[in-house]
């Protein structure tokens, strides 16, 4: 067979070098892709966020600004109210059962009002009148020495109040 003259001097030819070129183009595009893509899709937890756990602060701080019955506070980057009730604390996910709404909690009415369709909350997140279908969704409280400390990655539903849920203090 006769080969070409630039098989003899062992460099590759120009259909060869385009070829090569292709697929190393190629593959690299693709691993650039796939490397933007897991970047994209990792999780991103932050300490002291929604999807963890939340340190809210000591129980002296949380308990002189929260007496019982006062307005819940309201904890924006872990989504969540913290009520003080009669049986304890109560920390609440900040959206509305019926359609996922924000709910804020409404000064003059003295209770949750969720703007899409009316819902309406006491401080314990029992439904007062709306389309709302149970209560709003809870979030395990623990009290570590001195220390609140909120998960906000699990998310209870409930369909009833019960002074079980609340975390005594």
């Not at 970047?39 to 937890?45: A, G, T």
């Not at 003295?110 to 309406?120: A, E, G, K, N, Y």
């Not at 007062?128 to 570590?144: N, T």
Request: charged letters at 20%; one cysteine or more; a negative charge.
């Amino acid at each position: 067979m006769a080969e070409t003259k630039a098989q003899e001097t062992g460099i590759f030819s120009r259909r060869e070098f385009l070829r090569w070129g292709f697929w190393a183009a190629t593959a690299l595009a693709t691993a650039e892709i796939g490397g933007a893509m897991l970047v994209f899709f990792w999780p991103k937890l932050k300490a002291g966020a929604f999807g963890g756990e939340v340190n809210i602060g000591t129980l002296d701080e949380i308990l002189g600004q929260l007496p019982v019955n006062a307005v819940p506070l309201y904890f924006r980057d872990a989504r969540f109210y913290l009520s003080h009730i009669e049986d304890g604390l109560l920390a609440m996910y900040r959206k509305c059962p019926h359609l996922g709404c924000v709910v804020p909690w409404n000064f003059e009415e003295d209770q949750f009002h969720c703007p899409c369709h009316s819902s309406l909350y006491n401080r314990k997140g029992e439904v007062l009148g709306g389309p709302a279908p149970r209560p709003l969704d809870l979030m395990a409280i623990e009290i570590r020495g001195s220390e609140i400390w909120v998960n906000t990655g699990e998310i209870t539903q409930r369909s009833a109040y019960d002074p079980s849920q609340a975390t005594s203090v």
